[in-house]
């Protein structure tokens, strides 16, 4: 009975059906070694909540996959090539709007990609599952974590300060192979987005305008990257990426936006230099970068004078945009550019 757990057989069924459809309760039975009675009885519960359709006749079934898909998997790092996993074990199994497909298949690669290539880990698990509204997609490795990579790798003390580089985009610790698009665009693609890594946690929701926001952690190493879109979505591929290019074509990636609240946490005033040079850190790759500061209720003359005149003078090519201020915080912004 434990090898007809309903649970692990949602796992792999999806796939067994597509590629059994004729001989799907000969299948079963050879790979848990259930017996006929009890494989026909898991067949007929998994029917009948949606995991699979049965046609032909009782004699000579014939079984599909359902509303109701999933595909899980695990994989080796070393020399995984991340289009062959989609290729072959999870795309021929599922049924999406071609432009859901489109975005799911852009995370799925560049997702599996970031922990081949980044996470120092040895295997990952990959789970998409399809329901009658949602897509939704679980990518765990066994890595460094992606905080901790991104602390090492750009000389950071803090997981906060690594998720608000994270979220400025264009991060990568590989430059000469990445452009530090893949994460940043499949977080922009999502309705649901969460990343998990050694006891930290940010979230993501399509709908709350706040952006980025803490999560509550999944107590285990390495890093779980989970994002789900509806299958109703309007959102596009090409709309998310021309979001974030000033000409509008997508083709450039050169405007940002920083929340100034995961520098100091909701609330917090943001009183020092350093801080502001924080905000600073690599925007010169970008022409245009709008300063958010919801969230933040007061910030010091130290912080506005660094920024928005210091760094602003020695960087005149990148134009900085302000937005959502108190008004204390906006005289302080406007004293510190007429310096």
């Not at 509303?67 to 199994?93: I, M």
């Not at 765990?140 to 803090?158: P, R």
């Not at 299958?231 to 990426?241: E, F, G, I, K, P």
């Not at 350093?274 to 022409?287: H, K, S």
Request: charged share 25%.
């Amino acid at each position: 009975m434990t090898r007809l757990s309903f649970d692990h057989l949602t796992l792999w069924i999806t796939a067994a059906a597509s590629e059994h459809s004729h001989d799907l309760p000969g299948h079963v039975e050879e790979r848990t070694g259930a017996s006929r009675r009890a494989v026909l009885a898991a067949l007929r519960r998994l029917t009948e909540a949606g995991w699979l359709t049965r046609s032909g006749s009782s004699r000579r079934p014939v079984y599909g996959p359902g509303a109701l898909r999933q595909v899980a998997r695990s994989y080796t790092l070393h020399g995984l090539q991340e289009d062959l996993p989609w290729q072959r074990d999870f795309a021929p199994h599922f049924d999406l709007p071609r432009h859901v497909e489109r975005m799911i298949r852009h995370g799925f690669t560049e997702l599996v990609n970031n922990a081949a290539d980044h996470s120092g880990g040895s295997s990952v698990t990959v789970s998409l599952r399809q329901t009658p509204t949602h897509v939704q997609l679980l990518v765990s490795d066994d890595g460094i974590g992606v905080f901790d990579k991104i602390c090492t790798a750009f000389s950071l003390e803090d997981p906060q300060h690594a998720m608000l580089e994270l979220s400025k985009g264009r991060l990568t610790s590989n430059p000469d192979a990445h452009t530090g698009r893949g994460l940043f665009f499949s977080s922009q693609l999502a309705d649901v987005f969460d990343i998990h890594a050694n006891n930290t946690a940010y979230q993501r929701r399509a709908w709350e305008s706040a952006g980025w926001r803490r999560g509550k952690a999944l107590p285990r190493q390495g890093s779980s990257i989970y994002m789900a879109i509806a299958l109703n979505t309007t959102r596009s591929l090409d709309a998310a990426m021309e979001a974030w290019s000033l000409a509008g074509d997508g083709i450039e990636f050169d405007q940002t936006r920083v929340q100034l609240r995961l520098l100091a946490g909701e609330g917090q005033p943001l009183d020092s230099r350093a801080q502001a040079r924080r905000v600073g850190l690599r925007l010169t790759t970008f022409r245009r970068a709008e300063i958010d500061f919801e969230g933040v209720t007061d910030v010091g003359h130290g912080f506005t004078d660094e920024l928005f005149r210091v760094f602003a003078k020695a960087h005149p090519q990148v134009e900085l945009q302000p937005t959502n201020m108190t008004p204390r915080i906006a005289a302080l912004v406007k004293s510190a550019r007429a310096g």
